[in-house]
Nanobody, 130 residues
Framework: QVQLVESGGGLVQPGQSLRLSCVTSGFTLEDSAIGWFRQIPGKEREGVSCINSGGNLKYYADSVKGRFTISRDVAVNTVYLQMDSLKPEDTAVYYC???????????????????????WGQGTQVTVSS
């Protein structure tokens, strides 16, 4: 059974950092692309970052470029999203998902809504507020 479980969200002040984790199971992480998305109430899910199956291609939305870093540790089946210099506008529920890399890339780079074919975690809340 394919599963993704996010953790690491919380309440932080502007300028602080958080590291989100996405623990995967039921599939081989080395063969799979993973994306991070976020969503605020009333808005569509937004692509934030993605990493390909080889781990060598990483993409970021313009809104987080230079502040967020995606990485993975295949030994523990986990993908991370390091979020630095957080801003109030980063407040959202953050999700990880597995899908075909072109679909993830399109969401992150071009803002195309994510496909329905991917498998998603349950999300973790990130709140940035003073």
């Amino acid at each position: 059974q394919v599963q993704l479980v996010e953790s690491g969200g919380g309440l932080v002040q502007p300028g602080q950092s958080l590291r989100l984790s996405c623990v995967t199971s039921g599939f081989t992480l080395e063969d799979s692309a993973i994306g991070w998305f976020r969503q605020i109430p009333g808005k569509e899910r937004e692509g934030v970052s993605c990493i390909n199956s080889g781990g060598n291609l990483k993409y970021y939305a313009d809104s987080v470029k230079g502040r967020f870093t995606i990485s993975r540790d295949v030994a523990v089946n986990t993908v991370y999203l390091q979020m630095d210099s957080l801003k109030p506008e980063d407040t959202a529920v953050y999700y990880c998902a597995t899908d075909l890399f072109p679909f993830l890339q399109a969401s992150v780079v071009a803002g195309i809504p994510p496909s329905d074919a991917g498998t998603w975690g349950q999300g973790t809340q990130v709140t940035v507020s003073s």
